[in-house]
């Protein structure tokens, strides 16, 4: 039986951070998995609504049924210049979504970048060469992005109910106080 919790991947990065903080902000039960759960703030460990699988479940991914998750948001994606292997990315949503069929899990809330393009984009010469620079100096980047996106979002969707989305400037260390006077 699927719950009402929140499953986040990426939850340790600035956007992620913020994500955890609105989810309890918004009294939503919420299961982070990090790969590096130290990273979670301190504020967050005492709060009863926040569940760590990255401490517990260090070797197994959270299944959402098992973390009786009624939707996943994931912030994952390349963070590092070299070294990226496109497709573990790619691999990972595909099992991800077989997942979600599996348990009774349809909503997936993904994050994107300027890479990945849509219908309703318009023309920018300054997203034309952020892109382009991207291509340029992060080749492996630009490809992750266009695997998941592209061959997954669009062709194994069947029965997910998905929305990609696009973060930028999401500044580090972003305090309860800022996010209460931004808010």
Known sequence: ???SRVLAFGATRPAGICLLRDCLYRNHETVAFARNPSKIPADFASNPLLRDEGRT????????????ARVVVSLLGPNQIRGIQPEMYS???KAL???MRAHGVRRIFAMATLSFEVPEDRFSLQRLLVVGLVRAVVPGGYQTVHRICAAFFQEEEEGIDWALFRIAGIPEGLDEKSRR???
Do not use: I, K
């Not at 479940?57 to 009786?68: A, D, E, I, K, M």
């Open 181 to 183: 006077e931004d808010r």
């Open 57 to 68: 479940n260090r070797h197994r991914s959270p299944l959402p049924g098992r973390t009786q």
């Open 1 to 3: 039986m699927v719950g």
């Open 91 to 93: 691999d990972f949503y």
């Open 97 to 99: 979504f077989s997942q």
